[in-house]
């Protein structure tokens, strides 16, 4: 956890130390995020939106401003990073990527060469970082001149009306749980029954979804990147994947179309890769089917890391391989669906308070194909779903554009403990 410091400039109050978070999920739910995670001012960065900020232990009641919020304001384009002296024994890293406040800067060093090698460490994620600040007392200043044209930090309300009924519900649910623990104390047989049900039917909701990680994640772009885009004459005009029975073994579909006039279907089947199926549905077109084996095991709920952490750690490394894609979406978390079993009466049968909350956020990625080998060290808790490439000629290539365009869909698993 950050320490949030407080310092004022020409009667304006900057906050320093904020910590920031990557904004997922719907917008009108950050007021209630700030508050679980018991922040006591929050604000966002970018425009649109794409980080929340978020301070503890704020004793201030006026507005104030994040410094590392008006940052990034002032910097709306590039990758731009300063280490600003606060006093004689505190440097301060502030950062933003296209506005947008970095989530592993806005943090304090009592070592001024602390703080200049935590920003060469920025800069391996970010090659292109610029270190403008060359008067550190004038920071500060131009950032209190932003404060004008920018809102304030947001407070968080407890609504401490509330406590008193909430203390009062949990105490009755707490009499309850020690009213239902008696009752049900001659009963461990059938409880030991319940937990065994649950159990297989959580291991058969995570057995539909296993995890890929790095290993099925490069095996799986492995193959789809020994397939020749042009073969014999004939071109690649697309291609998809999708894991079938069993879960290790992913059905792949490749269209080749015939370019070249001195082409033929004996020449195409001369030259096709081991385990290849070719058809040829027309004379200018050839489908060609193939399997590959993809590593893949069940999710383990106790290896699974944590929402917070997730959100915070896993998802600013994704905002790090941005700059290499198109489109690279994670949605809100949703609740893991487990089927409920039944007793011999066919009536679902509760669950175990022992039974882990697991959630599911959808992860889709569009871009070159060639950066999707920067998605594997990301993926170790990632179960994939779907990848497709496309030829897209005439493309101009570039950083985030390629004549083959690869789209691939898949869940990244969280814990809520």
């Known amino acids: 956890m950050r320490t949030t410091r407080l310092v004022w400039v020409e009667q304006i109050p900057l906050v320093f130390g904020l910590e920031w978070?990557?904004?997922?999920?719907?917008?009108?739910?950050?007021?209630?995020?700030?508050?679980?995670?018991?922040?006591?001012?929050?604000?966002?960065?970018?425009?649109?939106?794409?980080?929340?900020?978020?301070?503890?232990?704020?004793?201030?009641?006026?507005?104030?401003?994040?410094?590392?919020?008006?940052?990034?304001?002032?910097?709306?384009?590039?990758?731009?990073?300063?280490?600003?002296?606060?006093?004689?024994?505190?440097?301060?890293?502030?950062?933003?990527?296209?506005?947008?406040?970095?989530a592993r800067a806005d943090r304090g060093y009592p070592d001024q060469a602390l703080a200049t090698q935590a920003l060469e460490t920025l800069r391996l994620s970010y090659p292109r970082l610029r270190q403008v600040c060359a008067d550190d007392d004038g920071v500060p200043k131009q950032l209190a001149g932003l404060a004008a044209g920018a809102p304030p930090m947001t407070r968080v309300h407890r609504r401490a009306r509330w406590l008193f009924v909430a203390a009062l519900a949990l105490a009755l649910v707490a009499a309850g749980a020690i009213w239902l623990r008696g009752w049900t104390a001659d009963r461990p047989a059938a409880d030991a029954r319940q937990q065994g049900a649950w159990e297989a039917a959580l291991s058969a909701a995570l057995a539909r979804r296993p995890i890929h990680g790095e290993a099925g994640t490069r095996a799986l772009l492995g193959a789809v990147y020994r397939q020749p885009a042009r073969l014999a004459g004939w071109s690649l005009q697309s291609l998809s994947c999708q894991p079938a029975p069993?879960?290790?073994?992913?059905?792949?579909?490749?269209?080749?179309?015939?370019?070249?006039?001195?082409?033929?279907?004996?020449?195409?089947?001369?030259?096709?890769?081991?385990?290849?199926?070719?058809?040829?549905?027309?004379?200018?077109?050839?489908?060609?089917?193939?399997?590959?084996?993809?590593?893949?095991?069940?999710?383990?709920?106790?290896?699974?890391?944590?929402?917070?952490?997730?959100?915070?750690?896993?998802?600013?490394?994704?905002?790090?391989?941005?700059?290499?894609?198109?489109?690279?979406?994670?949605?809100?978390?949703?609740?893991?669906?487990?089927?409920?079993?039944?007793?011999?009466?066919?009536?679902?049968?509760p669950p175990p308070a022992t039974l882990p909350a697991l959630a599911l956020r959808a992860l889709r990625v569009e871009g070159p194909l060639r950066s999707g080998v920067l998605l594997a060290p990301l993926a170790q808790s990632v179960s994939w779903q779907k990848l497709s490439v496309s030829h897209l000629p005439g493309t101009r290539p570039g950083l985030r554009a390629s004549r083959l365009s690869f789209h691939l869909e898949g869940h990244v698993y969280e814990n809520h403990p």
């Open 21 to 102: 978070l990557p904004l997922l999920g719907e917008p009108d739910r950050i007021a209630s995020q700030a508050r679980q995670e018991g922040a006591g001012h929050w604000v966002l960065s970018g425009n649109p939106p794409a980080a929340l900020g978020l301070a503890r232990g704020l004793a201030v009641r006026r507005p104030c401003w994040s410094a590392a919020a008006l940052w990034a304001r002032q910097h709306p384009q590039g990758t731009v990073a300063c280490v600003l002296a606060l006093d004689t024994h505190s440097w301060h890293v502030l950062a933003s990527h296209e506005g947008v406040a970095l």
């Open 246 to 349: 069993p879960s290790t073994q992913w059905h792949c579909r490749s269209e080749y179309r015939r370019r070249d006039a001195r082409a033929d279907n004996r020449g195409l089947l001369r030259g096709a890769l081991a385990g290849w199926t070719v058809d040829f549905p027309a004379l200018d077109i050839a489908q060609v089917t193939w399997r590959v084996p993809v590593p893949a095991q069940p999710p383990d709920p106790r290896r699974l890391p944590r929402a917070r952490l997730a959100m915070r750690d896993w998802a600013s490394a994704l905002q790090a391989v941005l700059p290499a894609f198109t489109t690279l979406r994670l949605e809100a978390a949703r609740p893991l669906t487990v089927e409920a079993p039944r007793d011999e009466q066919g009536r679902a049968l």
